[in-house]
């Protein structure tokens, strides 16, 4: 029996069989098999009810034979409140501070176990005592460090739950004065780095046979930014995006989603500068619908969102915070 997608929703492929159809919806355990799963069940056979039918009997036996709309919309779960992350093992990467440091917050303030990861061993450590959460130093870049990382974590808290690959830089540099250098240094924190955290990250949640993991992508991965120059900041975040989608497609059935999200302009050390800068900072809010620049704990949310079961039919999806500014 094949199910495809119609103009109208869910259509029998195959008409060799009649089925008569059933939905079942189970919750299991949070921390292991924890999806709501909705499973749409075909049992039986032809019945000779539906053979040598007139068009009004076949049209009616169509309806017999279609899924109930109710497919669509029944569920046993409860939304209040939305699922919590109690025990999940979350790592966080640039976590030490900015979009990290408050997303760590929230994941924690929502019931998950948090691992801080960062470069910067002093504002790490500050952020992992603020927040009574663990810290692990590594340069994400060296592909050993993240294997390693994904060891031991999974050897401390015995899984790994969710995913925040958030560290990133950016350099503001004219391209035809980019050297190799800066080039690499962007690309290999931005998306070198952030595959190798979803490869070894990802190894371990194949196994569990469940994972969510979220990487930090940007507005710059769909337009390019203006006045300032970024074109290795802007081609490593459209590449993460494309990476994203990629492993969201090999991991779906395999009980891995991967998601990214992509900020616009967010008050954060890195927009410092050009917050200060009067020319960038007054397009950046011309061009923000809003007309303001982005809290971290409007990202957090997002995070938090795509780490929980509330976004368990999300996989491969960019999600975009940036006051509107995509949309002009
Ligand atoms: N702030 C914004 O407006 C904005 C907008 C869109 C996307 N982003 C993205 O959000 C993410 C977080 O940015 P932020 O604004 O919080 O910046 P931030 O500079 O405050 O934080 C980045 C963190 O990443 C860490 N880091 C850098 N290189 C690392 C490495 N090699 N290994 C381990 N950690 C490393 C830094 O030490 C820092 O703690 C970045 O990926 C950034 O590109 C930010």
Same mark, same amino acid.
């Given at each position: 029996?094949?199910?495809?997608?119609?103009? @109208?929703?869910?259509?029998?492929?195959?008409?060799?069989?009649?089925?008569?159809?059933? &939905?079942?919806?189970?919750?299991?355990?949070?921390?292991?098999?924890?999806?709501?799963?909705?499973?749409?069940?075909?049992?039986?056979?032809?019945?000779?009810?539906?053979?040598?039918?007139?068009? +009004?009997?076949?049209?009616?036996?169509?309806?017999?034979?279609?899924?109930?709309?109710?497919?669509?919309?029944?569920?046993?779960?409860?939304?209040?409140?939305? @699922?919590?992350?109690?025990?999940?093992? +979350?790592?966080?990467?640039?976590?030490?501070?900015?979009?990290?440091?408050?997303?760590?917050?929230?994941?924690?303030?929502?019931?998950?176990?948090?691992?801080?990861?960062?470069?910067?061993?002093?504002?790490?450590?500050?952020?992992?005592?603020?927040?009574? *959460?663990?810290?692990?130093?590594?340069?994400?870049?060296?592909?050993?460090?993240?294997?390693?990382? +994904?060891?031991?974590?999974?050897?401390?808290?015995?899984?790994?739950?969710?995913?925040?690959?958030?560290?990133?830089?950016?350099?503001? #540099?004219?391209?035809?004065?980019?050297?190799?250098?800066?080039?690499?240094?962007? #690309?290999?924190?931005?998306?070198?780095? *952030?595959?190798?955290?979803?490869?070894?990250?990802?190894?371990?949640?194949?196994?569990?046979?469940?994972?969510? /993991?979220?990487?930090?992508?940007?507005?710059?991965?769909?337009?390019?930014?203006?006045?300032?120059?970024?074109?290795?900041?802007?081609?490593?975040?459209?590449?993460?995006?494309? &990476?994203?989608?990629?492993?969201?497609?090999?991991?779906?059935?395999?009980?891995?989603?991967?998601?990214? /999200?992509?900020?616009?302009? /967010?008050?954060?050390?890195?927009?410092?500068?050009?917050?200060?800068?009067?020319?960038?900072?007054?397009?950046?809010?011309?061009?923000?619908?809003?007309?303001? *620049?982005?809290?971290?704990?409007?990202?957090?949310?997002?995070?938090?969102?795509? +780490?929980?079961?509330?976004?368990?039919?999300?996989?491969?999806?960019?999600? *975009?915070?940036?006051?509107?500014?995509?949309?002009?």
């Amino acid at each position: 029996m094949a199910i495809s997608r119609g103009p @109208t929703g869910l259509s029998r492929k195959d008409s060799s069989q009649e089925a008569d159809f059933t &939905l079942s919806s189970r919750v299991g355990q949070i921390g292991g098999d924890s999806d709501p799963l909705f499973a749409l069940q075909a049992i039986g056979t032809r019945s000779s009810k539906c053979t040598n039918l007139n068009s +009004a009997q076949t049209n009616d036996c169509a309806a017999l034979t279609s899924p109930p709309e109710s497919i669509l919309i029944a569920s046993s779960m409860s939304y209040s409140p939305l @699922t919590p992350l109690d025990g999940r093992v +979350a790592i966080v990467t640039g976590g030490a501070r900015g979009i990290g440091l408050e997303t760590a917050r929230a994941l924690k303030e929502n019931g998950a176990k948090i691992v801080i990861v960062d470069i910067n061993t002093e504002a790490g450590e500050k952020a992992a005592k603020d927040l009574d *959460v663990n810290f692990v130093h590594a340069d994400l870049t060296q592909s050993d460090a993240v294997r390693k990382l +994904a060891s031991n974590v999974k050897s401390t808290h015995g899984r790994i739950d969710i995913a925040f690959n958030n560290a990133g830089i950016a350099v503001n #540099i004219p391209s035809e004065e980019c050297s190799d250098d800066d080039w690499h240094k962007v #690309i290999n924190i931005n998306l070198n780095a *952030v595959f190798y955290c979803c490869r070894e990250f990802g190894k371990v949640m194949l196994e569990q046979g469940k994972g969510s /993991i979220i990487n930090t992508a940007s507005m710059s991965g769909i337009i390019s930014n203006t006045p300032q120059p970024q074109a290795a900041y802007n081609a490593s975040k459209a590449g993460l995006i494309m &990476l994203t989608k990629s492993l969201a497609g090999e991991w779906a059935k395999r009980g891995v989603r991967v998601n990214s /999200i992509s900020p616009g302009y /967010i008050g954060t050390e890195m927009t410092k500068l050009g917050m200060t800068n009067p020319e960038w900072h007054a397009d950046w809010l011309k061009f923000t619908p809003m007309g303001r *620049v982005g809290e971290t704990r409007e990202v957090a949310t997002a995070v938090v969102y795509l +780490a929980s079961d509330a976004s368990s039919y999300f996989t491969g999806s960019n999600l *975009v915070i940036d006051g509107g500014y995509t949309c002009w």
